[in-house]
Every structure is written in structure tokens, then in C-alpha cells.
């Protein structure tokens, strides 16, 4: 006998208490264990280490790219062998070795190497915990609880910059030992992942076969039936994809924020802010996700981008530069709660992870170039202020290329099929 419909619901209710909470709590504090290092790293590079722009911005490229690629294989290797805490539980662990090492660095090279390694580990974890959380909500929701998710990322980076400050503050602007403090957060953030996030078949084994349990993990995907994508998914990753041409790193913000007068101690509250802005977007993007398109909060997003990019161009005082980091906060939260909920909504049941992991391989690639090329105009005009006019080009382009889809889409509306479902 099938189970009705308020069996369902309690399954469904048990799937998402069962998993939401330990996964966003993984996520709070491996974001505070991060935060306190890459809030106070971009000072300790050039101030310590003595490294340029753009081998600053040659790190942080080949730094996200390797983050994004971890997330590819991750999130396709989570589908093909139906789980996903194993990459959870080793992402949180090898954070705690790559945590720790930040402190034996010092050269170029060194960093490199480390900073790669810890942004692997986060790769590791990002892509299956995404698809957990889809499996574990209905569509109609998942925005909401993205939102959630982003929340209690914006919470943890506003905590580890705070935490940074206060430390460099009461240390001395002693970077190494602020590293090593690191590492607290994120040993419970290990702690967590590894007692109380369960895969998803687990939880699918307490409901008693019955049929929404079972469709917790469909058919694995092959090699070829794994990328079968609708083809407006494809036309959204090109946009996408210019839309991280004009996301680079916050180191760039961070130094020009120094160039401009700000204190060491007094860096590190720049992410607070800026992270607590981007808590206050997704929030208000969680709840009226329901009733604007995604497409539409999408280009709003891009818009105040747009405008971060202008003002921190033109900024010569600390006031303004403060405003960029919170239009910049404002523009985060937003985007990033809509890309994730579009690209779960355009995915099919049985490759959930890998439509994330093919995301994050665009988002590589875009990232690791704006990246570079972040640090090499900067460097070649001598100037913190000039990536941040190639920033804003891009951001309009994306925003043309967006609008260019979403009226294409609507044209077409009258014919849609299953192929090219809506948001």
C-alpha cells in the first residue's frame, strides 16, 4: 500500500531535520576557521612576505581553481558511487592540516602550495553538501533553505573576521599565531560532519522502503546520461561564467582597503561587514524568493555589483571603501542563494551533484582568470584601483547577457518542453 500524503511529509520533515541542521553548522564554523586566516592573509602577504600584486593574484586564481575542480570531481564521483558524507567528513579534515600549515609559511612558494591544499579540502565538501541539501527539501523550498545555508556562512565569516581582529589586536599583529587559533573552529567543524551529517541512504533506510526513501538516490548516472542537461542549463552556465569574470578575490578589496589608510587590526571588521551584509541578502532573498523570478533577483544582484565596482574604483577614503565592502556583501548573499537554487532547479534527480560539479568547473575557470588578471593590471598600473574597473565592465556584460536569456526564454515559454524546464 503506497503511503499517503502526511506520510510523506513526515519522511520529507525527517530528511531535512536529520541533515539541514549538522550541514549548516559544518558549514558555520569551517567558514569562522577560514575566515580567520583569509581575512588577515592579504595583509600577512604583503606586509610580511614581501609578494606583489600579481603573484598575489596569480595564488588566489590557481587558489579557486583548484577549489572548483575539487568540487567537479567531488560532486561527480558523490553521484557515481551514491555518497556523500566520505567527502564531507575528509573536506573538514584535511581543513585542519591545511589550517595549521598557513602558520610554517614563508615564501611564495609555500603559500601557493597551502593555500591550494585548503582550498581543495573545501572543494571536497562543497559540492555533496550542496546536493544533500537539495535532496533533503522540495523545489518550491530549496531557495528558502539555501538562504539558510548562506546565512550561517555569512554568520561564520562575520564571526572569524571579528575574532581576527580582536586577536590581531590583542597579539600584536602576530599572523602565525592566529592561524594556529584557526584551527578550533574548524576541528568541531570535523566533529560534527563526521558524528551527525548522514547519507542519504541511511535516512532513506528508517522510512521502511517506502517510496519517497527510495527515491533519495535514483539511478546512478553514466558517463554520458549524467550530463544530459536541458540546453537553457548550458545557455545560464555562459552567463554565469561572465558573471565570475567580475568576482575576484576579496584580497584585491582587502589591500586597496590598506592602501587607503585602514589599520592591520582594523582590516579583518571590513569582512564583518561585509559578510553581515551579505547575511541581511540572503535572508531577504530567502523569503521573497517565492515571489519574484530567480532571473530577476539574479540581475538585481548584478546591478549592485555593478555598482561596488564604481565606488571602490573611485574610493580614496575609508568611508568608501567601507560602502564597497558592504554593496559588495549586498550583492553576494543575493547571487549566490539564486545561482544555487537555479542550478538545483535546472538539474534532474539522479545527477544533482554533477550539474553542481559542472557549475563549479565554469566558475573555475572564470574565477582563476579574473583572478589573474585582477593581479596583472593592477601590477601593470601600479595601482589597487584598476581591477575593479574590469570588474564593472564585466558585471554589465553579464547583466546584457542575462536579460538577453530571460526574454529568449519567455519567447519561447509558449513552447517549452520538459527539455528546458522552468525556474
Not at 286 to 294: G, T
Not at 318 to 343: D, K, N, R, W
Request: charged letters at 15%.
Amino acid at each position: 500500500m503506497p503511503p499517503d500524503n502526511s506520510t510523506i511529509e513526515q519522511i520529507e520533515q525527517s530528511v531535512r531535520m536529520q541533515n539541514i541542521i549538522p550541514l549548516i553548522c559544518v558549514v558555520f564554523f569551517s567558514t569562522i576557521a577560514s575566515m580567520m586566516v583569509s581575512t588577515t592573509l592579504p595583509t600577512f602577504l604583503v606586509e610580511d612576505l614581501n609578494l606583489t600584486y600579481q603573484q598575489i593574484g596569480t595564488i588566489e586564481g590557481w587558489a579557486v581553481f583548484s577549489a572548483f575542480v575539487s568540487k567537479f570531481f567531488s560532486g561527480y564521483a558523490s553521484d557515481k558511487i551514491q555518497k556523500r558524507k566520505i567527502f564531507v567528513v575528509s573536506g573538514t579534515a584535511l581543513s585542519i592540516l591545511s589550517k595549521g600549515c598557513f602558520a610554517l609559511t614563508t615564501g611564495t612558494v609555500s603559500i601557493f602550495i597551502v593555500k591550494i591544499f585548503d582550498r581543495i579540502a573545501k572543494g571536497l565538501r562543497s559540492c555533496p553538501s550542496d546536493a544533500m541539501l537539495a535532496e533533503a527539501t522540495v523545489e518550491k523550498n530549496r531557495s528558502f533553505f539555501y538562504g539558510a545555508k548562506y546565512m550561517l556562512f555569512a554568520g561564520g565569516a562575520m564571526c572569524g573576521g571579528y575574532f581576527a581582529h580582536i586577536l590581531l589586536k590583542l597579539l600584536g599583529n602576530k599572523f602565525r599565531l592566529v592561524f594556529l587559533l584557526s584551527l578550533i573552529p574548524a576541528i568541531v567543524a570535523f566533529f560534527i560532519s563526521k558524528r551527525l551529517v548522514k547519507d542519504p541512504q541511511i535516512i532513506a533506510a528508517k522510512t521502511q522502503g517506502l517510496e519517497t526513501a527510495a527515491d533519495t538516490f535514483a539511478t546512478p548516472p553514466n558517463s554520458l546520461n549524467s550530463l544530459n542537461f536541458s540546453k537553457f542549463f548550458w545557455k545560464f552556465l555562459l552567463a554565469a561564467a561572465f558573471l565570475m569574470f567580475a568576482r575576484f578575490s576579496e584580497s584585491f578589496l582587502i589591500i586597496k582597503a590598506r592602501r587607503v589608510g585602514f589599520a592591520i587590526e582594523s582590516i579583518p571588521l571590513i569582512a564583518a561587514l561585509y559578510n553581515l551584509c551579505a547575511f541581511g541578502s540572503a535572508l531577504f532573498t530567502s523569503l521573497i524568493s517565492r515571489r519574484i523570478r530567480k532571473e530577476t533577483l539574479l540581475k538585481g544582484s548584478i546591478v549592485v555589483q555593478a555598482i561596488a565596482h564604481i565606488v571602490t574604483f573611485f574610493a580614496q577614503t575609508e568611508q568608501c571603501v567601507t560602502a564597497s565592502g558592504i554593496l559588495f556583501g549586498l550583492h553576494i548573499g543575493m547571487s549566490q542563494v539564486t545561482l544555487l537554487a537555479m542550478v538545483s532547479g535546472l538539474a534532474q534527480k539522479n545527477n544533482i551533484a554533477t550539474a553542481f560539479s559542472v557549475y563549479y568547473i565554469v566558475v573555475a575557470f572564470s574565477l582563476l582568470l579574473s583572478n589573474i588578471l585582477a593581479g596583472k593590471l593592477n601590477t601593470f598600473f601600479d595601482s589597487p584601483s584598476v581591477a575593479f574597473a574590469g570588474g564593472a565592465t564585466f558585471s554589465i556584460f553579464s547583466f546584457c547577457l542575462l536579460n538577453m536569456l530571460t526574454k529568449s526564454k519567455r519567447h519561447s515559454a509558449g513552447h517549452q518542453t520538459a527539455e528546458n524546464p522552468p525556474l
